[in-house]
């Protein structure tokens, strides 16, 4: 059975950092494009950022660039993002996703793969 399974969400003050991570299990994730998602109250889920099976192609909506940076740890099946200087707005539900598609999709139709999700909250 395929699991992506997200942790570290919580909650932060503005201005401050969170790491989420997502662990992979039930099959090789290795070759996969591993992507982060979100979904704010009220709200389409939207792309927020994407990298490529071997870490060398990043894709970031505009919004979280030059503070979020997602990465992977191929050995450990983990994928994470490093969310800097949060804001209120980034407040969502983040979910982690696999997509079989290179170079890196930025839309979810184009992910096979989804974790239940963790929740990101920012207060001002």
Known sequence: QVQLVESGGGLV???GSLRLSCTTS????TSYTMGWFRQAPGKEREFVAAISWYG???YYTDSVKG???ISRDI????VYL???SL???DTAIYYCAGSAVSPPPTTQARYNYW???TQVTVSS
């Open 87 to 89: 804001k209120p707005e």
């Open 82 to 84: 490093q969310m800097n």
């Open 67 to 69: 503070r979020f940076t």
């Open 13 to 15: 003050q503005a201005g």
């Open 56 to 58: 060398s192609i990043t």
């Open 75 to 78: 050995p450990k099946n983990t």
């Open 115 to 117: 974790g239940q999700g």
């Open 26 to 29: 039930g099959r090789t994730f």
